[in-house]
């Protein structure tokens, strides 16, 4: 969807081949094993979001550098190396419409794998030079590993508030939104008031990404989710469409919801899905993420005018428009 907006058309493929080549050679390795799991996983592709707003960050303020690019496939690596442990963590089975590397490769390799993934970012941002950039990712993985025990506590958890809700998908989610966006700042010299304004469109864009993700476990397809539909449901997972559920669905969805997530229990989402269905859940789901948009939208005007600064607020917009 990305190639529908204007500026993508213009420059996405150049963008995302300057990054591909750092990550095509980051992931080699002399052990066989790592490089054919690290290109696997990354093969895959997936959204690119991530990278893509490190681009556009230091873009917007004019920098253009080939440690832009470095940065960027760093910060995938950091995102890829979270999603193998993931998968090992749920026993996923399906990733961005493949089997996941830990039903191919085994669980055992996929987090070895992962964990080499994760310290070459860490190579590749000392190649930087900036200490105030390992500073920033230091501090966001720290924040993100937080988060990721903060999820596995919450499994079954009926009792969740909203509020405790977006602080998980803020720590595990939106926190590498948010250093993605602030290195592509650092690297191009913003001054305070830029950094800022860059780390909280960061930070919306990726609060509206995983709320839009978690609407699409109950409206979308396997092949737009890339995993298969309920799977979240079926780890126990509360998500904010079974939240709002909880608290203001009837008593009966909220009574089928709260045994689905305690019993983790596939087999009821016919039911917690037609619950979804008949209510406001998607539409204020929907609307909550707009709102964090929005906001995201609403930061750029500390940035200089031109057409990267719009084709961020495109992406903004394109967080929640998944869903058409």
Not at 24 to 45: C, F, N, T
Not at 86 to 104: I, M, P, Q
Request: charged share 20%.
């Amino acid at each position: 969807m990305l190639y529908s907006l204007p500026y993508f058309q213009q420059h996405l493929d150049a963008d995302l081949e300057r990054v591909n080549a750092v990550i095509g050679k980051a992931v080699q390795s002399e052990v066989a094993l790592i490089s054919q799991i690290g290109s696997y996983i990354i093969s895959a592709g997936g959204k690119r979001l991530r990278p893509i707003i490190t681009i556009l960050a230091g873009k917007v303020l004019g920098y253009d550098d080939d440690k832009l690019y470095s940065l960027a496939a760093m910060v995938e690596f950091i995102h890829t190396s979270t999603l193998l442990h993931d998968d090992v963590v749920d026993e996923s089975e399906l990733r961005r419409g493949r089997a996941t590397a830990n039903n191919l490769f085994g669980n055992a390799a996929a987090v070895l794998v992962g964990d080499f993934l994760y310290t070459r970012a860490f190579q590749l941002m000392v190649g930087s030079g900036s200490l105030k950039i390992l500073d920033v990712m230091a501090d966001a993985t720290n924040i993100i590993a937080e988060g990721e025990v903060m999820q596995l506590m919450n499994i079954g958890n009926t009792d969740i508030s909203e509020s405790q809700y977006l602080q998980v998908i803020q720590y595990k989610t939106a926190k590498l939104f948010e250093a993605a966006a602030q290195v592509g700042a650092i690297l191009a010299g913003a001054d305070a008031t830029q950094e800022q304004a860059l780390k909280d469109y960061g930070m919306y864009v990726g609060t509206a990404f995983q709320i839009i993700d978690d609407v699409l476990d109950y409206s979308g397809s396997p092949e737009q989710i890339g995993k298969n539909v309920g799977d979240d449901l079926a780890e126990g997972k509360p998500t904010l469409p079974l939240i709002y559920l909880m608290r203001r669905g009837s008593a009966e969805a909220a009574a089928d919801v709260r045994h689905a997530l305690t019993h983790a229990d596939r087999s009821y989402f016919d039911k917690i899905h037609a619950h979804v269905l008949a209510s406001d859940a998607l539409a204020y789901c929907t609307a909550q993420a707009r709102q964090a948009a929005e906001r995201a939208a609403a930061c750029l005007e500390a940035l200089p005018d031109n057409e990267v600064r719009r084709a961020m607020r495109d992406l903004a917009e394109l967080s929640v428009a998944r869903l058409s």
